[in-house]
């Protein structure tokens, strides 16, 4: 283990050599590279296709509680017409 840390010293010489391309490497310039239309597309659908599923779900998160509490409140207009029908077929 030693022998590692010994190489990455300030006096040795492969030291000094790797620091420029280290340097080099952390600021990098515009690159000279081609995008064809097949692989830009092919980026952009999938890009298109991550942002609609985050909101699917996003949305799926926000409208399940709505609609499980509105499936359990039922309006005061069906509550009468049930207790209405209970006591017609009672009386019947």
Do not use: H
């Amino acid at each position: 283990m030693s022998r590692y840390i010994n190489k990455c010293t300030a006096g040795n010489m492969q030291w000094r050599m790797c620091l420029p391309a280290a340097i080099i490497l952390l600021f990098p310039v515009t690159s000279q590279a081609y995008v064809g239309p097949g692989a830009g597309l092919g980026m952009i659908g999938s890009l298109v296709a991550v942002v609609v599923a985050v909101l699917v779900a996003i949305a799926g998160l926000i409208i399940l509680p709505v609609r499980l509490l509105m499936k359990r409140r039922k309006p005061a207009s069906e509550e009468k017409q049930e207790v209405m029908d209970s006591n017609r077929d009672e009386g019947s």
